[in-house]
T-cell receptor, first 113, second 113 residues
Framework: DVKVTQSSRYLVKRTGEKVFLECVQDMDHENMFWYRQDPGLGLRLIYFSYDVKMKEKGDIPEGYSVSREKKERFSLILESASTNQTSMYLC????????????FGAGSRLTVL | KQEVTQIPAALSVPEGENLVLNCSFTDSAIYNLQWFRQDPGKGLTSLLLIQSSQREQTSGRLNASLDKSSGRSTLYIAASQPGDSATYLCAVRPQGGSEKLVFGKGTKLTVNP
C-alpha cells in the first residue's frame, strides 16, 4: 500500500514563527499536494507539485511556500505563522497518469496562538 | 469554473438500511471522479475511482455510479453498519490536463445501532 506520512500530527506554534510541515510518500508518485481543511469551507488546495523542484499555486497560496528537492518529499512552509492559519493540513500524492487515485496522509493539526 | 455539491450535508440512518449519497458537478468535462471517506480528525481514504468512460464501480458493499451528461454521481452503501459512520467526499478531476481535483464539502453519515 502507498503510504503518505506527515511528520507531525499536532503542532502548536506562536504567531510569527516559521513553521515546516513535512510530507513523505513511498510510491514514487510524481504529483504531491498540500490542502488545508476548515469547517464549512471544505478542502482547499494550497500548492501542487508535479515533479522535483516544480510547483504550481493552488487556490490559497498566500502566506505559504513549498519545497520539493526530492521526489518523495514535499514540504509546506509558513514563513510567519498567523492565527488564521490554524487549520488541518493534509498532504496527498498520486501518479500523473492512468487511474491517478489520490492518497492522503493522516493530517497535521496546526494551532497558531 | 467547476463546482461540486453534495447534498445533504448530514444524514442519519438506522443500521441495516441501504442508502445513497449524492454528488453533482457543474461541468461535465471531467477525467474521473473519486469518492473518499474521512473519519474525524483523520486524512481521507479513497473508496472508488470512476473514469469518465465508466458508468459504475463496485467495491464490497459500495457501488458508485457516474452520469457525466447530467453531472451526477451517487455512492450506494448496502446494509449500512455503524462502522460506516464518517464523512464522505466526492472529487472530480477536470479534463484538460489539470491534476487538481475539485472537492465537494462532503456528507456526514451517521449509522445508528
Amino acid at each position: 500500500d502507498v503510504k503518505v506520512t506527515q511528520s507531525s500530527r499536532y503542532l502548536v506554534k506562536r504567531t510569527g514563527e516559521k513553521v515546516f510541515l513535512e510530507c513523505v510518500q513511498d510510491m514514487d508518485h510524481e504529483n504531491m499536494f498540500w490542502y488545508r481543511q476548515d469547517p464549512g469551507l471544505g478542502l482547499r488546495l494550497i500548492y501542487f507539485s508535479y515533479d522535483v523542484k516544480m510547483k504550481e499555486k493552488g487556490d490559497i497560496p498566500e502566506g505559504y511556500s513549498v519545497s520539493r528537492e526530492k521526489k518523495e518529499r514535499f514540504s509546506l512552509i509558513l514563513e510567519s505563522a498567523s492565527t488564521n492559519q490554524t487549520s488541518m493540513y493534509l498532504c496527498a500524492s498520486s501518479w500523473s497518469s492512468g487511474a491517478n487515485v489520490l492518497t492522503f496522509g493522516a493530517g497535521s493539526r496546526l494551532t497558531v496562538l | 469554473k467547476q463546482e461540486v455539491t453534495q447534498i445533504p450535508a448530514a444524514l442519519s440512518v438506522p443500521e441495516g438500511e441501504n442508502l445513497v449519497l449524492n454528488c453533482s458537478f457543474t461541468d461535465s468535462a471531467i477525467y474521473n471522479l473519486q469518492w473518499f471517506r474521512q473519519d474525524p480528525g483523520k486524512g481521507l481514504t479513497s473508496l472508488l475511482l470512476i473514469q469518465s468512460s465508466q458508468r459504475e464501480q463496485t467495491s464490497g458493499r459500495l457501488n458508485a455510479s457516474l452520469d457525466k451528461s447530467s453531472g451526477r454521481s451517487t455512492l450506494y452503501i448496502a446494509a449500512s453498519q455503524p462502522g460506516d459512520s464518517a464523512t464522505y467526499l466526492c472529487a472530480v478531476r477536470p479534463q484538460g490536463g489539470s491534476e487538481k481535483l475539485v472537492f465537494g464539502k462532503g456528507t456526514k453519515l451517521t449509522v445508528n445501532p
